[in-house]
């Protein structure tokens, strides 16, 4: 049986989650990548998120692995 602590619908909190990822990773992304627009800095970030500890989706699964 699963564990108290890991989360059942870790899509529930997708949508905040990936804005505070946002709002803490896009300055650094700015400042390594000064010259692209913004939907090319957008498309590193969702790249960034997809392997992220951070998403929710992948903390299920990390959980799993441990």
Known sequence: MESPTVDR???KRLKA??????????PRLKEEHPTFRLSQL?????????????????????????
């Open 17 to 26: 989650a990936y804005q505070a990822f946002e709002e803490r990773m896009m």
């Open 42 to 66: 957008k498309q590193l970030l969702k790249k960034e998120w997809q392997k992220s500890p951070d998403n929710p989706l992948n903390q299920k699964i990390l959980s799993i692995i441990q």
């Open 9 to 11: 619908h870790p899509e």
